[in-house]
């Protein structure tokens, strides 16, 4: 991994709990982080036109179909504690589901350019 790769990974242990949180950090944290979030509501915004330290309520979606209902949170550097910017996505663990729909994500979510 170099220094500046924006990096996606589940924050959370596999397991029993009420929430699933992936973390995006790095430069194309944001960007990343616009590709699949939609804002719902007046209040809410994509991830790039976001204020720093905001949480926003919206949906994942996949191919034009929604996934999950989610809270977004953005804090933008270096208000940080890596200094980067940073893309917090909390969705409920729905038992049926267990943690399919962070784990499924997480490929797809990758900054823009050549898969390493």
Known sequence: MLVNDTIAAIATPLG???????RLSGPQALVVADRSFIPVGK???KASAASTH????????????????VLMAVLRAPRTYTREDVVEISWPRRPA???????HRIGEWRAPGPAR
């Open 16 to 22: 029993e709990g009420g929430l699933a949180v992936i």
């Open 43 to 45: 209040a809410s915004s």
């Open 54 to 69: 905001t949480i926003h309520y919206g949906r994942i979606e996949r191919q034009g179909r929604v996934v999950d209902e």
């Open 97 to 103: 589901a267990g943690q399919a729909g962070p784990r």
